[in-house]
């Protein structure tokens, strides 16, 4: 009897990690419009002590609001580095409406909702850097061929191991008693060729 095909994985959660580099970007780009324009102003009027402050004023908020437009675009394309910019950015901005909240009575709501929004977003969202880690080594296409059947171990832990068409499963033997591998399917990388995993050996264990 063919053992029962491996439970089928969750789907990668990069469509959460997307919505928060959307909401970052949506964030940044008025920040970022805002402190160029102010700059561009203040500077025009250097020498005097209220262009000045200003134009630095104006420099904080570009600069703020370049970080986190590519803290955004980092979120967007689902990349590691923009998920841990976009969890410290959120982080900060977080305690900073918590304490505008505690100092003025309420204000500071708004931004302390967006931000708690796109922190759990950027927690719980999954980076597509870490996707290739929760499935099966990437196989040739010749293997893809294979008809399932029991196959020697690729991973060197168990005699035969059960191939299913499209991956290999958690299903082992030894001996010639069937078992679950408790190390899962996908632990380690084969060590065992494509020729020797599939050679002339298709036995199929009953």
Do not use: C, H, K
Request: charged share 10%.
């Amino acid at each position: 009897m063919l053992p029962q095909s491996p439970p089928s994985r969750p789907e990668p959660r990069t469509g959460l990690l997307l919505a928060a580099g959307i909401i970052a970007i949506v964030e940044a780009a008025p920040l970022l419009v805002i402190g160029l324009i102010a700059f561009v102003g203040g500077s025009r009027e250097r020498g005097n002590g209220w262009g000045d402050l200003i134009a630095t004023l104006g420099a904080v908020f570009a600069v703020i609001g370049a970080a986190w437009l590519v803290a955004g675009i980092g979120g967007v394309l689902r990349r590691q580095w923009g998920r841990v910019m976009l969890i410290i950015g959120n982080s900060l901005v977080l305690l900073l409406s918590l304490r505008t909240i505690a100092t003025t009575s309420g204000n500071g709501f708004v931004p302390f909702v967006v931000s708690a929004a796109g922190l759990g977003l950027a927690i719980a969202g999954q980076p597509r850097s870490s996707i290739a880690s929760s499935f099966s080594p990437v196989l040739p296409s010749s293997m893809s061929l294979v008809a399932p059947g029991w196959r020697a171990d690729p991973y060197g832990r168990f005699q035969q191991r059960y191939w299913n068409g499209t991956a290999w499963t958690d299903q082992v033997s030894t001996g010639g008693r069937q078992q679950v591998d408790p190390m899962g399917a996908s632990t380690v990388i084969p060590f065992v060729t494509p020729p020797t995993a599939f050679g002339p050996d298709d036995t199929t264990t009953s």
